[in-house]
C-alpha cells in the first residue's frame, strides 16, 4: 500500500543560474513538476509514494526517472515513450526569488499519458491520490486524469489536489478556471495559493474561498500565503499558521514541498479525514511551512527537498 500516488507532470526546470563568460544567461538542468516536488518532499520524509506519468524516452527523461528513483518515489509505472520529447520549463528569476516561466510543452510528454497507460493496481493501492491541473491542459492526459481520480476514489483514497495554476499553458484564462474548477469537487483536501483563490472560488479572502470549497465537499482547505504561512480550515473552524523565517534563493517548489509536508504529516497522525480537527491541521500545516522554508533555501525543485531531520529541526525551533 502507497501512502501517496500522483499523476501528471514530470519535467526539466531549467533555472536561471548566472551568466557565462561569454555574457550570456547559464541555465541549471533541474528536475521538477509540481506533483513530483510533492511526492518528493513527502518521500524525504519517509512516505511511501509512486508516480504515473510520462517522459520521453531521451536524455531528460532518462535524467528524471533516476532523480526520482534517487528520491525514493516508485517510478515503475513511468512511460518512457518514443514518439514524444521530454516536457522542459525554462525558469527565470527575479531579485525577490520569484519564477517567470516559458514552456517547451508542444506537446510535452507528460500531455500524452492516455487512459490505457494508468497502472490500475497502484491506484487502487494508495492512501491519498494526489493531481494538480496541468494533466488536464490536452487531451488525452485530461481523460486519464479524470479516470485515475476515479479509480482511486472509488478504491477509498482520499483525493488531494493543487491547482498549480500557470496561465502559459492554457489557451485562455476562462478554460483554465473552467477545469481548475472541475477537480473540486473529487477533493477531500485542496492547497491553493492565495493568487490562485479568484481563479478556484471568484473570492480573493481567504475565508469567503474556503466557505465555498466547504461548500462543494471539501474538508480541508489549505492557503498558502508565501512567507505569511498557511490559513487552514477544518469544518467551520479556520486558523492562520504563521510560517518560518528564511533566506529565500529560489521559490520553484515552494507550494508543492509544503503541501508534501502537510500530507506527510496527516498520514503520519494515523488519524481518518472525519477525525481531523483544526489544532490537527494547524499541526500539519506548521510542518509544512517548516519543509517549505527549507525548500526555498536551496535551488531547484525535487533536489531542494528537504530530509526529515531537518524538518524537524526547524518545526521544533
Not at 127 to 138: E, I, N, P, R
Not at 199 to 218: D, F, I, R, S
Not at 264 to 293: C, E, H, M, P, V
Not at 299 to 314: F, N, T
Request: hydrophobic share 40%.
Amino acid at each position: 500500500m502507497y501512502d501517496i500516488v500522483s499523476l501528471g507532470e514530470l519535467l526539466i526546470d531549467f533555472t536561471e543560474s548566472g551568466i557565462s563568460p561569454a555574457g550570456q544567461r547559464v541555465f541549471e538542468q533541474n528536475p521538477g513538476g509540481a506533483v513530483t516536488n510533492l511526492l518528493c518532499a513527502a518521500s524525504q520524509c519517509g512516505a511511501k509514494t509512486g508516480f504515473i506519468g510520462k517522459v520521453g524516452m531521451d536524455m531528460h527523461g532518462a535524467f528524471l526517472k533516476q532523480a526520482m528513483v534517487n528520491a525514493g518515489v516508485d517510478m515503475h509505472a513511468l512511460i518512457e515513450a518514443d514518439d514524444v520529447f521530454t516536457t522542459l520549463a525554462f525558469v527565470a528569476l527575479k531579485p525577490n526569488g520569484e519564477r517567470e516561466f516559458s514552456f517547451a510543452r508542444k506537446p510535452g510528454a507528460d500531455t500524452q499519458l492516455r487512459v490505457e497507460e494508468l497502472d490500475r493496481d497502484m491506484l487502487t493501492h494508495t492512501k491519498v491520490f494526489h493531481t494538480g491541473s496541468l494533466s488536464l491542459t490536452q487531451e488525452p492526459a485530461r481523460s486519464a486524469t479524470y479516470e485515475a481520480i476515479d479509480i482511486a476514489k472509488a478504491a477509498g483514497a482520499i483525493i488531494s489536489y493543487d491547482p498549480n495554476y500557470r496561465a502559459s499553458l492554457w489557451s485562455s484564462r476562462d478554460e483554465a478556471i473552467r477545469f481548475m474548477r472541475s477537480l473540486i469537487i473529487t477533493a477531500d483536501i485542496i492547497k491553493i495559493s492565495d493568487e490562485e483563490l479568484p481563479l478556484l472560488t471568484g473570492e480573493t479572502e481567504p475565508e469567503k474561498a474556503a466557505n465555498l470549497l466547504l461548500g462543494q465537499g471539501v474538508k480541508i482547505t489549505a492557503i498558502t500565503l508565501g512567507s505569511e504561512g498557511a490559513y487552514i480550515r477544518v469544518g467551520q473552524e479556520s486558523r492562520l499558521v504563521p510560517g518560518f523565517r528564511a533566506k529565500a534563493v529560489d521559490t520553484t517548489g515552494a507550494g508543492d514541498s509544503f503541501f508534501g509536508g502537510f500530507l506527510y504529516r496527516f498520514l503520519a497522525s494515523g488519524k481518518s479525514l472525519k477525525q481531523i480537527t483544526i489544532d490537527d491541521a494547524a499541526d500539519f500545516a506548521r510542518f509544512g511551512n517548516a519543509t517549505a522554508s527549507l525548500c526555498v533555501e536551496r535551488r531547484g525543485g525535487i533536489p531542494a527537498m528537504p530530509k526529515l531531520a531537518d524538518v524537524l529541526e526547524r518545526f521544533n525551533q
